[in-house]
Structure formats: C-alpha cells, structure tokens
C-alpha cells in the first residue's frame, strides 16, 4: 500500500474544499504549537531579538480562578529570521486556531516578571521532541478547553481570632456609714421604744433578736462586738446604768417631774429578755420644758441603778418619748414589802413563753400605784441599758423606793433571775441631786 499521498490530485470539488479546509487548519494548528513552544521555552524581548524569544500566555486575570495547566512546549526556537512581524502572525494564528468563544491574552515584556507566594503549582507534562508532538498537544488542549473547567484551588480561610470577652469594669462595694445603714436606723427605732427592735408602732417593744444575753459569750461584755450598730455599747462615754454617788453629785433645787397619768390600757410581752408592757392610752411626763408620753415599762433584777453602792431587789424603766423622739426614762427602784397593785395585775397577764403576749382589760393600768410618794430623784444623761445602748437619753432616777412582795419579786425571778447589766463608767458626767 502507498503511504504517501499524491499532490495533487483529481478529486471531485467538494473533496477538494475540504482537504483545503483540512490543511488550512493543520496550518493553523502547527503555527500555534510553534508559538507556544516558543512562549514558554524561553523570554523574549526585543533587546535580544536575536535570541529565541518568549510570549508568555496568561488567561483573562479573574479573583474567583486560578491559572491553567501550561500547554507542552517545544525544546527549540525559531530562526530569528522568521519572526519579522511575529505579533500580528501571533493574533492571526490563535484568532483562527481556538474556538471564538476563548479570550487569550498575550503580554510580552523585556523584564523577568517578579515572583510572587503562589500555591507551588502542578508539575508540567514533558516537553515535546518534535513539531508534531507539540501540534497534537495544543490541538487536545484547546478541544479539552470546551469542555473542561480548570481547577480552582481555593484560598485557605483567614484565621478568624477569637473575640475577647471585654472585661467588667470593678464593682467597688460602696462605704455604708453606720449612722446611715439600716441596722443603725433599727437600733434608733429600738432606742425609741427604750428595749424595742425597729417596729412600726413604738410601743410594740421587745428586747431585739436574741443574740444577745446578758451571761456567757453574748454577754453584757460582748455586746459591742456582736454588731456593728452595738459598737456603742463598747465605745460609749455617756453609758447606763451607773452607780450614783451622792458625795459627786450636783445638790440643789430641782424642778419637779409632772407626772399626768391616766388609767390606760397594755399589753404584756414576754421578750426573751423581761417582762414588758406596751402603754395604750395619754399618759404623760412634763420635764424640761418637754413633754413626753409614756410608752411602755419593764423590770430589771437586780436593779441596774446602784445608789452609793446599794442595788435593790428589782427596777421598773418607764420609757418615755417626746414628739422629736427624744428619750426620758424614769427608774423606779422597788424593795420587798406589801404587795404592790400594778405589779400584781401585771404578773395576772403574765404571758407564759417567749414572744407571747397578753392583752389587758380596758383601763386597768394606773400608773401612779407604781410611783412613790416621794418623787424626788437624780437626773444625769445616759443611755438605754441594752443594746443597742444608744445614747442621749434623759434618765430620772427615784431617790425613794417602791415596795413589792417576795411572792411577786420570786415569781419574776423565776422567769429572769439576773437580767441586769452592770454598772458603767460615770466618765465625770453631771449627775443632779434633787433636794
């Protein structure tokens, strides 16, 4: 068989258009595998135009595309003789060899292009030995083009830092000032009710909470240190209950205490602490140029007032209040003898546990059968005598005792055998002895 063709040769005329047709495009093909192997074996320039030039090939720049494959390329050059117009054959060939639906474009610089921190990219396909090679090349190339997308590698996610919890600006607890605090506005409620915590209705009184005792560890002499509005009763210059000694005191005249007591009614409590009566009724105390009303009583045994170092069998604090809460206490020091008329009815309605309490029958107290005839006394200023021993309180003690009977004295004592709070210091305040 012939295996070389004869040129020409007579063939009937569409036969002839197409092998035309045929060769045309082989022409085509073979100059673009030419051109490529030149743009990619070497660099070009017309500064060595002499020398076997490059056109390097570079698809329309894109930010969501990476570059393609590089095509084979031809490991020798063209004759420099043959590139005269190589730019305008350059477009003619790749114009009529790629498809039209392909934009290439061609920059050719005399300058090395700079290198930049690309993905290392895929190794290239071995060079082509002969024109041929390079030509089937290209040709498989730009039919693949068609149908093929190239890989994409895709940028690697910037590292996101992770977003830092902004700090909370410092709490500064704030500085509660004692004489502000709540604490301290009970212990001044308690004062006005003279042994009462902080209640709505002042003559509803009690001794406070209970943590407080008058023997062992929450004794008198921890008092100051079990509350910070207790401080007083630690602290304080002007403390009661005091021993008065008549050698120290102020004798002279003295203006008399304007008792207007009515018959009233009460109510008995049992505080933990005494045995307490809340005053309901207009039971005043003229002194001073002050008039105070009478809001509750209560008893101490022994006695907390001392007269030239005597204690008596019992005490009774009358506890007055003024309309600018201002305190006057009357201490009336009782004795065993004859029974006496209040006490008795008191002790009737006695309550029997702690926190108890009794009503007493409409108008049955009378005030008066509790106070001696003789109504003269000493006048100092002091304080309450549990906590939170507040200061600024007017105290009038009775210079003459009243009487009760052992019965009523030992029916107390079995209740609150010693709930007396010793003396305090007299600090050298005035101490006024009524004559």
């Not at 005490?315 to 008329?341: K, S, Y």
Request: aromatic letters at 6%.
């Amino acid at each position: 068989m012939n295996t070389h063709p004869t040129w020409p040769r007579a063939m009937p005329p569409p036969r002839l258009a197409a092998r035309a047709q045929c060769d045309a495009d082989w022409r085509a093909r073979a100059w673009a595998t030419c051109l490529s192997a030149l743009l990619i074996g070497g660099g070009w320039s017309q500064a060595h135009a002499a020398d076997p030039g490059a056109v390097v090939a570079k698809p329309a720049a894109s930010a969501k595309s990476a570059p393609s494959k590089p095509v084979a390329t031809a490991p020798e050059a063209a004759p420099a003789e043959d590139k005269v117009d190589l730019g305008n054959d350059i477009k003619k060939a790749l114009r009529e060899s790629l498809p039209s639906r392909k934009k290439l474009t061609l920059v050719i610089s005399d300058q090395p292009e700079p290198v930049a921190a690309q993905p290392k990219p895929a190794p290239t396909a071995k060079a082509a030995t002969t024109a041929k090679t390079a030509a089937i090349a290209v040709a498989a190339v730009a039919t693949s083009a068609q149908a093929a997308t190239p890989e994409v590698q895709a940028a690697p996610a910037p590292a996101v830092r992770p977003a830092v919890a902004a700090r909370s600006p410092r709490v500064v607890p704030a500085v509660v000032k004692p004489t502000a605090s709540r604490e301290y506005l009970q212990a001044r409620a308690a004062a006005l009710a003279g042994h009462a915590p902080a209640l709505a209705n002042p003559t509803d009184g009690s001794h406070g909470d209970g943590h407080w005792t008058y023997a062992g560890p929450t004794g008198p002499q921890a008092w100051g240190q079990l509350k910070p509005e207790f401080t007083t009763c630690a602290i304080g210059k002007r403390q009661s209950p005091i021993n008065i000694e008549d050698s120290y005191t102020l004798q002279g005249p003295a203006e008399p205490l304007l008792f207007n007591y009515q018959p009233a009614n009460g109510v008995v409590v049992n505080n933990g602490h005494t045995i307490q009566v809340n005053i309901q009724g207009n039971n005043t105390l003229t002194v001073r140029g002050s008039t105070y009303t009478l809001v509750q009583f209560h008893f101490h045994t022994p006695s907390e007032e001392r007269v030239n170092f005597r204690s008596f069998a019992m005490v009774a604090h009358l506890v007055h209040q003024n309309e600018q809460g201002q305190l006057a206490v009357v201490a009336v020091l009782l004795d065993p003898g004859e029974a006496n008329a209040l006490i008795d009815k008191v002790w009737t309605y006695m309550p029997l546990d702690i926190n108890d309490e009794v009503r007493m029958p409409a108008g049955l107290l009378d005030m008066d059968e509790l106070l001696p005839k003789d109504q003269r006394y000493y006048q100092f200023m002091g304080s309450l005598t549990t906590p939170p021993c507040t200061e600024g309180v007017l105290w009038m003690v009775m210079k003459t005792p009243t009487q009760l009977s052992q019965t009523q004295l030992r029916l107390f004592q079995q209740l609150y055998p010693n709930n007396a709070r010793p003396v305090q210091a007299v600090n050298g305040r005035p101490i006024r002895n009524a004559q």
